[in-house]
């Protein structure tokens, strides 16, 4: 059983940025996510990384979004900069099979091994 820890998340004015964090206990499949669900919408994939650091991005939050991931630390994080409203929703960090780094499941949730309990993003106009 792999455990995950989201924090930073928190109410910013659209433009501003915010740093997500998600501490995971040993995990020996390297494809880490995150996903985001706002109300009334279904889960969707925001980025991931694979065990060579490669990184898979939605559309929605390329060039503004960075997925990192410290090994040693067992931390993954997403940078995320000039906000939008639409990108209020609750964030998730996920645990995939290490292939899905490299096709496009990594942004299909039903992939998703392990979760996080979400962390609030609220982006204000």
């Known amino acids: 059983q792999v455990q995950l820890a989201e924090s930073g998340g928190g109410s910013v004015q659209a433009g501003g940025s915010l740093r997500l964090s998600c501490s995971f206990s040993?995990?020996?499949?390297?494809?880490m996510a995150w996903f985001r669900q706002a109300p009334g919408k279904e889960r969707e994939g925001v980025a991931a990384?694979?065990?060579?650091?490669?990184?898979n991005y939605a559309y929605s939050v390329k060039g503004r979004f960075t997925i990192e991931q410290d090994n040693a630390k067992n931390t993954l994080y997403l940078q995320m900069n000039s906000l939008k409203p639409e990108d209020t929703a609750m964030y998730y960090c996920a645990a995939h099979w290490t292939n899905d780094c490299y096709s496009g499941s990594w942004s299909d949730p039903t992939r998703g091994r392990y979760w996080g309990q979400g962390t609030q993003v609220t982006v204000s106009s």
């Open positions: 990384i694979g065990y060579n650091g490669r990184t």
């Open positions: 040993t995990y020996n499949d390297q494809c």
